[in-house]
């Protein structure tokens, strides 16, 4: 897992597991769905709907144009907003 050992807004004293693309990963109390991939060293979270080239992180925030996932019923879910 590549994480800083403190800073942020998440608590690392909480861990949750959960399933991405069929694996199992875990992430902290506090994450959105892309830093917790990311600590994880998940680098490709989506395709390109057009042509199905890779899609990473590209930012932090909530303009994120590239991080688009489905949770459950729900598609098109920026992963820099889904906790």
């Known amino acids: 897992m590549s994480r800083l050992p403190e800073g942020g807004r998440i608590d690392r ?10 694996h ?3 992430g902290c109390a506090g994450d959105t769905l892309a830093s917790a991939l990311l600590a994880n060293d998940v680098r490709i979270v989506a395709r390109s709907v057009t042509y199905g ?4 992180v590209f930012s932090a925030g909530s303009e ?3 991080a688009l ?10 992963a820099t907003q889904v906790e």
């Open 64 to 66: 994120e144009p590239n």
């Open 24 to 26: 199992t990963y875990q």
């Open 53 to 56: 080239r890779p899609r990473g």
């Open 69 to 78: 996932v489905q949770v459950g019923s729900e598609t098109m879910l920026r």
């Open 13 to 22: 004293s909480r861990p949750i597991r959960f399933t991405f693309n069929g």
